[in-house]
């Protein structure tokens, strides 16, 4: 099974209700109306770190150096109806960056309560990993898309004990 490689940062902040993590309203390609990550694909030559940095600045026009990630986890996506769509998605986020969130032609920024996320408005498997990415644990999830490649048939854990 193939499976392309790609990245997602969140970028974390302290607001004054509590933390608070930069989305984005997808608004052309893959995803197009849903709210996601700041990412994308891992261009050939780039490593995991390089090709999110670059998906950062090109999305939401912030730029955020390498010794300011911190590795979150990764994220196999498993399309059977799609096995073209398949991606493996190493996860980091950060808490230092440079610059304002802004508009792209890709993504619209927004700034969500980390205890308040819009999952109703994200991929349906954003529940069962981004919040546990967000308080600061390392995630390892093996997401498995339904026939409809939006609603999700399984979810594993491949390195939980047992």
């Known amino acids: 099974m193939t499976f392309t490689p790609v990245t997602l940062c969140f970028l974390l902040r302290d607001a004054a209700n509590g933390a608070q993590v930069l989305l984005g309203l997808k608004r052309t390609g893959f995803g197009t109306g849903k709210i996601v990550g700041i990412g994308g694909h891992v261009e050939p030559g780039e490593s995991d770190a390089e090709a999110v940095i670059r998906e950062v600045w090109e999305e939401a026009g912030i730029v955020v150096l390498q010794e300011d990630l911190a590795h979150a986890g990764v994220v196999e996506f498993n399309f059977p109806a799609r096995p073209e769509w398949n991606m493996s998605c190493r996860v980091f986020t ?7 969130p802004a508009e792209s032609p890709e993504i619209t920024p927004e700034w969500f309560d980390v205890d308040a996320l819009p999952l109703h408005r994200m991929w349906q498997d954003a529940e069962h990993w981004l919040p546990p990415a967000l308080a600061g644990e390392t995630i390892d999830v093996v997401v498995v898309l339904n026939g409809d490649n939006e609603t999700v048939a ?8 047992g």
């Open 154 to 161: 399984s979810i594993r854990y491949p390195s939980a004990p």
């Open 94 to 100: 950060t808490r230092r960056w440079q610059g304002e």
